[in-house]
């Protein structure tokens, strides 16, 4: 299981913020809001009864393991979790060209509209041993669209079967996917109505582009399960999901309105590209739920750990005191070096010898923590004892179930996204589309004012 280390985060050590005493004095209120989500099961925790989304991706393994490529097209929920499931559990070098990937597929994920990004993806791939993936829960992401008309266009002309080369991850009912896929014989998988995209990793979202590169994913499940079943029933002052909930609340109500992800692991970087999305969209608010103007959220950041101390940490030590920070760590990794025993007359390089690079790189991570805390900054630390998909299902369960918790306490919907509608429909009126003229004219031309 995941291991919390709350150690830094209080007064205690600290000397200033919250001692652990203060924040459990509200603790009933957090334990009420971890209550209220899972008896109202959302679709996040829904999933979890059932083997269904599993056994749907299951049922296409044969078809999924024909193919060398599997290329995800989507953007925001419908790709973080499949760059985070493959980054953190497939080795850093497995869509190399010399990787013995023992007949699975590489795994390539489009997500943005970038025609160089687009490119490089193409040219790594062979198209006829390849399936598109197209994931969209509303069937209208203009990315993941144009993407797909990119390489439908491509399949056209080299005269491939589209369907042998297609599959679309949708909503079961709506939206143009399903209905072009049912008009052209596409294979779909389906995106469970009652799940955001930001919560729907453990959908055939994440679990068909996992399953073909060879993870496995009743175990992701399975750790998600325990999950469920450790930081839903824990009591509060041992439960990890509450202590978290009231530290990163707390650390709000005092203007840390930035919460920064800092993994020492290359492989669980990209975790906290994930976490950017489901924090951000679910906690960044302008409404609470009786419609009063709140502005509520904490921006998350991600940063690398240890090449960020070389970057970002004489901020976050010195600068404002607005950051509460979650490291995520390592213990045992697939491989390791030990540092040779080299100049053992100089002492900056001879106490390096002997010891392992990964030694090296968690002495970083708890040097690091500890002068963040002699900074007065809180951080706790989450480590996974080795990377596999037990824990990453039990992080990524933690995570979406934490998220939930404080849209609770913060009383906002934490399920929506009203936010990023305005900017996708002035794209829409500066691409033309029907209905949108209006804003074509508002927003096109030069009237703003200072270009330079
Ligand atoms: O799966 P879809 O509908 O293409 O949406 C992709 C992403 O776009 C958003 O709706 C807005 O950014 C996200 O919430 C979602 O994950």
Redesign the pocket.
Known sequence: MLEFDFSLAFKENLKSGISFEELMEHSGVAMTALRKVIDSKPGFIRILGTDKYIKEVEDIADWLGKFDNIVVL???????GNIALHTSLKPLNWNSSGYDRKGKARVFVVDNVDPEFLEATLSEIEISKTLFNV???????A???ANYLIVRGILDKEGLVPADHLLFT??PEK?VLRKIAQEEGIKTLT?PQDV???F?VLTP?GLASALAEGIDIRALYHGARIALERYGNLEARKNPLIINALLHLDAMKKGKSISVMMPYSNRLYLLADWYR?LWA?SLGKKYDLDGNEVFTGQTPVKALGAVDQHSQIQLYNEGPKDKIVTFLRLEKFLTDYEIPRLYTDINALSYLGGKSLSTLLNSEQRGTAFALAKNGVPNLTISFPVLNEEHVGEFIFYYELLTAVMGELLHINPYD?PG?ELG?KITYGLMGRDGYEELLNEYSGDHWGLKL
């Open positions: 989507g953007i925001g929920g419908s790709a973080l994931i969209s829960k509303s069937g209208t992401t990315e993941a669209m949708t909503d939206g995106i955001g995209g930001r729907s979202v999305q969209e996204q990023v996708k």
